[in-house]
């Protein structure tokens, strides 16, 4: 007589179907969402957004683009809680949901960049180096580039699993750089961006053993 089914292996038959690719479409939906938007603004063919810009719209976009990438970069981290807690096997989803924390990064730093700065390089560069809550986010988005160029299978062969995965560690540091670029942004003390910081700081106290180097 066979054992009724857990409810990790019920979740894990129902998401077993579901390609990689799909998880890719439907994450990058909001990003595009917001890019058509403002190239339809810019052209001023259509008004997507409405009055929810507020008075300082590339603000707004930047603020949107952050939270977007802080989202995924918590669901992201919670796959591997979620496997070693309760043998929930979502792996499968971590390299997208990854890659689109770093697709919403670089929207982010573009909006940043192109919309706020207006590719002033030198004010850019001096505000980089003055204020600390961009600083850290620079440093946080430093760390995401060498793991968006090493999330392929080209690489861990190339790299070896163990190097692969030290490499990946640095997934760490930028999780909490971003949750303090975050919070710092704000200027002010809010409850949304320390609740999102908790979190953060839950998530990794939970992995805090895969920090350590292994004797």
């Known amino acids: 007589m066979s054992h009724p089914l857990t409810l990790p292996e019920r979740v894990n038959i129902v998401l077993r179907p579901i390609p990689t690719w ?17 190239a339809l603004a810019l052209t001023g063919t259509y008004d997507l957004f409405g009055n929810r810009l507020g008075i300082d719209p590339a603000k707004t976009l930047e603020h949107w683009l952050g939270e977007l990438s802080l989202q995924f970069f918590i669901a992201t981290m919670t796959i591997s809680i979620l496997r070693d807690k309760f043998r929930l096997k979502l792996i499968k989803f971590r390299r997208p949901l990854g890659l689109l924390t770093f697709f919403y990064v670089v929207l982010h730093l573009s909006i940043w960049v192109w919309l706020d700065m207006q590719w002033r390089w030198s004010e850019m560069w001096a505000d980089i180096l003055k204020r600390p809550y961009i600083t850290i986010g620079m440093l946080g988005f430093a760390l995401l580039i060498p793991l968006a160029l090493t999330s392929n299978n080209a690489s861990i062969r190339k790299m070896g699993p163990m190097a692969w995965q030290k490499l990946h560690k640095l997934a760490y540091p930028a999780f909490l750089l971003g949750a303090i670029h975050y919070v710092m942004v704000q200027k002010v ?17 939970l992995r805090w053993r895969r920090l350590l180097p292994r004797s």
């Open 22 to 38: 799909l998880v890719y479409l439907i994450g990058a939906l909001p990003g595009l969402y917001i890019v058509v938007g403002i």
């Open 189 to 205: 003390w809010e409850v949304e961006p320390l609740i999102y910081l908790a979190i953060v700081i839950i998530l990794l106290s």
